[in-house]
């Protein structure tokens, strides 16, 4: 068929012309944003991307891993590099356990309005202090009526972890069994349904339901997991937190073409990660000090720690450019991609309830109207996006068929009040320069534009 090959070319001169278009384009601005950043000490460093469906447009990796003094890992301060690994903190969330929830959904294993309680997922053991009938999708949009944190916390000498005990606790599976009965017996703050109330309990729930359905429908084997995570401790339905880990390694960082995302990284990656807070003084996140040292390696999220460094709130490691790859796989997915196909991908980056929140499902918006964050920036309103409490964002603005990934270690050495403001509007500047840019009338880069910058 000549007229179909005729398009295929055209096509693919198109998409050589854009990348030359975005090759060419002044990205200076954005440099200058983000150094500004690093001068006032926003972060100390940072890595960012910005591309689309045809590749990336433009690269840059600032600053260093401190402020002047040395790693732990490797006793030096590396300068950021496209290779620097960041600890993804909520990034999690959507990256890992909601793109395994969309490849459990599209499979028509895991019906949205499933309750956790069915016997298919955590059962009746589930179905106590009124939490029967919260659904899969209660769970993506944070409307479950969980309250933000369990409390305590599974890292705190009360919940009765066993390494907790131990000046400097370590990063093992030994509380397997007790955090799973913390769920179990976990009570609610709000009516189901009701209120939209960020918690990490609802992806923690979600850790169980995607390993319990990678088991049970035998998607992992035992020879699959990781043999720290699933040799500790007695059998029972904890261990799905194994097979959690592997679904995630298996059918996401691996049929995605992920490179260096994972769980756990081993020692040897750990002086290229870059290090978050100082865990030794008072005034840490959650008030008081935990593992009593400056975190490089391994997951700073206390929970996600206290439960071996798997958990579907936060624990992964990536770099900027696996970002970007696993986003310009969802971005352009196509009705008949066994990946995650486009009517999925735009399921679950769809505003759901415009009266109560501005989330998708797991994902949130840059919603004009209904986000109280806009952490895109001027960026769409159709924007999906999510960011991490390290200093982490991604953002894709489906109008401009545009991705920005923004890496950083905001936390280091102090996850301050002051730090979380800071990187707000870091985040926002970001995304307002790169937008500047992109749509220069001169580019070609512009798509029809379908709703109006909002002033910040």
């Not at 469906?53 to 950021?80: E, I, R, V």
């Not at 895109?376 to 999906?384: A, K, P, V």
Request: hydrophobic share 40%.
């Amino acid at each position: 068929d000549k007229t179909a090959i005729m398009a295929a070319r055209v096509s693919a001169l198109l998409v050589l012309l854009i990348a030359g278009l975005a090759c060419a384009l002044d990205w200076k601005s954005v440099d200058e944003v983000l150094l500004r950043e690093i001068q006032n000490q926003t972060f100390p460093g940072c890595v960012a991307i910005v591309g689309g469906k045809n590749g990336t447009w433009y690269t840059s990796a600032l600053g260093n891993f401190t402020y002047g003094l040395p790693a732990p890992a490797s006793g030096t301060n590396p300068a950021m590099t496209l290779d620097t690994i960041f600890d993804l903190a909520s990034l999690t969330k959507v990256i890992g356990t909601t793109t395994a929830t969309m490849l459990l959904y599209q499979r028509g294993l895991l019906p949205l309005d499933l309750r956790v309680s069915d016997p298919s997922l955590l059962g009746s053991a589930f179905d106590t202090h009124g939490k029967g009938p919260i659904t899969v999708r209660n769970l993506l949009l944070h409307n479950s009526g969980f309250p933000p944190d369990p409390s305590p916390g599974y890292w705190q000498k009360a919940f009765g972890c066993p390494a907790s005990a131990a000046p400097q606790p370590a990063e093992v599976f030994s509380c397997q069994q007790r955090v799973f009965q913390g769920v179990l017996d976990q009570t609610l703050l709000n009516t189901i349904g009701s209120t939209y109330l960020y918690s990490d309990l609802n992806f923690i729930v979600l850790t169980y339901v995607v390993g319990k359905l990678a088991r049970t429908h035998s998607l992992i084997t035992a020879g699959e997991l990781l043999p720290a995570c699933y040799a500790s401790g007695s059998p029972g339905p904890w261990r799905d937190q194994c097979y959690y880990e592997a679904f995630i390694r298996k059918y996401v960082v691996q049929r995605a073409g992920m490179h260096t995302t994972m769980f756990l990284p081993p020692t040897s990656l750990w002086p290229r990660i870059a290090p978050t807070w100082n865990d030794t003084r008072a005034g840490a996140p959650g008030g008081e000090p935990y593992r009593y040292r400056v975190m490089q390696g391994q997951v700073s999220d206390q929970n996600s720690y206290a439960m071996g460094g798997i958990a579907g709130h936060a624990g992964l490691f990536s770099t900027a450019p696996d970002l970007f790859h696993l986003l310009q796989t969802l971005l352009s997915a196509k009705e008949d991609d066994s990946f995650v196909n486009a009517t999925t991908v735009k399921l679950f980056t769809t505003m759901y309830n415009a009266t109560q929140s501005s989330r998708a499902l797991g994902w949130d918006t840059n919603n004009y109207n209904n986000s109280d964050y806009l952490g895109c920036g001027n960026l769409s309103s159709n924007s999906w996006t999510h960011t991490g409490y390290t200093g982490t964002e991604v953002c894709v603005d489906p109008e401009r068929q545009l991705i920005t990934v923004l890496l950083t270690n905001r936390v280091y050495p102090n996850a301050s009040a002051a730090s979380m403001a800071a990187i707000h509007w870091a985040r926002q500047r970001f995304n307002n320069a790169v937008r500047v840019v992109v749509d220069a009338p001169a580019t070609g880069l512009r798509s029809v534009q379908k709703t109006k910058p909002r002033t910040i």
